[in-house]
């Protein structure tokens, strides 16, 4: 098995995507760490994986402190000796329009997702520098953090600044041999579930079904172990010479994202002055601009959502 002999925390593992991470990682190898806020949830997983044949022990924690991040490495030290690989994956939502969205509801999401990274990560490093590992830093992103989405101001400030510090600390780990990348998951979750657009192909996958090719090709829109597998992936010695990368994958689908990158440039000598901007910009520039937001191919008939009968 790639993975034999390797120790993984997954933050946010006693459910949904992170206890696909975590499955799939044990069924390559790995001794996995299952982390929740809920004891039970946390438990429940860790029997799960020991059912399967696997090895895990349970950390019960909020993340986002610098005392959860210590108390997860210290939990992976404890019960297994060591630690390789961290995937980053607690997150919650609150999502509300800029106007409706209150300082709790933007702290609330920035301290789980962008500090509970930052936190993990920085406790992570630092034991496999001092211990001379090559380990594996995988952080979770988001589609709404690449391109923005209604209502999650507080959620794409995360998602976005989780690639941003990924993007440094490719840099940073270069010389101790680790690993930091970010994988942009498109699948079915209880978030999802509660969109009428992706109905059908959530009623699919509860019923034991392929989805339709539609989401899974099409939008690569798919379940969870679609996503598992770059987990594991990126996590073993094949994905060495992989870092700083942001990774798409749903359904069939797989995606490596750009870097941001200049989309249009122009010289003007002297700088540009005010009354310059008004007269050439829209010439220079107008069709250069870039779209926010992600489009949806429209629904073929047979797919779209049964309607909401009337009371």
Same mark, same amino acid.
């Not at 790639?2 to 499955?23: C, D, M, N």
């Not at 996958?205 to 594991?232: K, Q, W, Y």
């Given at each position: 098995?790639?993975?034999?002999?390797?120790?993984?925390?997954?933050?946010?593992?006693?459910? %949904?995507?992170? +206890?696909?991470?975590?499955?799939e +990682?044990?069924?390559q190898g790995?001794?996995?760490?299952?982390n929740?806020?809920?004891?039970?949830?946390?438990e429940?997983?860790?029997?799960?994986?020991?059912? &399967?044949?696997?090895r895990?022990?349970?950390?019960?924690?909020?993340?986002?402190?610098?005392?959860?991040? @210590?108390?997860?490495?210290?939990g992976a030290? &404890?019960? /297994?000796?060591?630690?390789?690989i961290?995937?980053?994956?607690?997150?919650? +939502?609150?999502?509300?329009? *800029?106007? @409706?969205?209150?300082d709790?509801d933007?702290? *609330?999401?920035?301290?789980? !997702?962008l500090?509970?990274t930052?936190?993990?990560?920085? &406790?992570? /490093?630092?034991?496999?520098?001092?211990?001379?590992?090559?380990?594996?830093?995988?952080?979770?992103?988001?589609?709404?953090?690449?391109?923005?989405n209604? %209502?999650?101001t507080?959620?794409?400030?995360?998602?976005?600044?989780?690639?941003?510090?990924?993007?440094?600390?490719?840099l940073?780990?270069?010389?101790?041999?680790?690993?930091?990348?970010?994988?942009?998951?498109?699948?079915?979750?209880?978030?999802t579930?509660?969109?009428?657009?992706?109905?059908?192909?959530?009623?699919?996958?509860?019923?034991?079904e392929?989805?339709?090719?539609f989401?899974?090709?099409? =939008?690569?829109?798919?379940?969870?172990?679609?996503?598992?597998?770059?987990?594991? /992936? *990126?996590?073993?010695?094949?994905?060495?010479?992989?870092?700083g990368?942001?990774?798409?994958?749903g359904?069939d689908? *797989?995606?490596?994202?750009? !870097?941001?990158?200049?989309?249009?440039?122009?010289y003007?000598?002297g700088?540009?002055?005010?009354?310059?901007?008004?007269e050439?910009?829209?010439? =220079?520039?107008?069709?250069? =601009?870039?779209?926010?937001?992600?489009?949806?191919?429209? =629904?073929?008939?047979?797919?779209?959502?049964?309607?909401?009968?009337?009371?």
């Amino acid at each position: 098995m790639s993975l034999s002999g390797k120790v993984a925390i997954i933050t946010g593992s006693g459910q %949904g995507l992170g +206890l696909a991470y975590a499955r799939e +990682l044990a069924r390559q190898g790995a001794a996995v760490v299952i982390n929740d806020v809920n004891a039970e949830t946390a438990e429940q997983a860790v029997a799960l994986i020991k059912a &399967e044949g696997g090895r895990a022990a349970a950390v019960v924690a909020p993340v986002g402190s610098t005392e959860a991040a @210590k108390a997860l490495v210290n939990g992976a030290l &404890e019960a /297994f000796g060591r630690l390789d690989i961290l995937v980053t994956n607690a997150g919650i +939502l609150r999502d509300k329009s *800029l106007l @409706k969205m209150t300082d709790e509801d933007f702290d *609330l999401v920035i301290n789980v !997702h962008l500090r509970g990274t930052f936190t993990c990560v920085r &406790e992570a /490093f630092g034991y496999f520098k001092e211990n001379g590992i090559a380990g594996r830093i995988i952080t979770i992103g988001s589609p709404t953090g690449q391109r923005g989405n209604f %209502g999650q101001t507080n959620y794409a400030a995360a998602k976005a600044g989780i690639v941003g510090m990924v993007r440094t600390w490719a840099l940073e780990m270069k010389k101790a041999g680790v690993t930091a990348n970010t994988v942009v998951p498109v699948a079915a979750t209880a978030m999802t579930k509660t969109v009428p657009y992706f109905q059908k192909a959530v009623e699919a996958d509860e019923r034991g079904e392929v989805m339709p090719s539609f989401f899974r090709h099409d =939008l690569g829109f798919g379940t969870a172990n679609d996503v598992a597998g770059l987990i594991a /992936f *990126l996590a073993s010695d094949a994905a060495a010479g992989i870092t700083g990368q942001v990774i798409g994958a749903g359904g069939d689908r *797989l995606q490596v994202w750009t !870097h941001p990158e200049a989309a249009a440039t122009e010289y003007r000598e002297g700088g540009w002055n005010y009354q310059d901007l008004v007269e050439n910009f829209d010439a =220079l520039f107008g069709d250069k =601009l870039q779209g926010v937001g992600e489009e949806f191919l429209p =629904l073929p008939d047979e797919l779209k959502p049964e309607p909401v009968p009337a009371h």
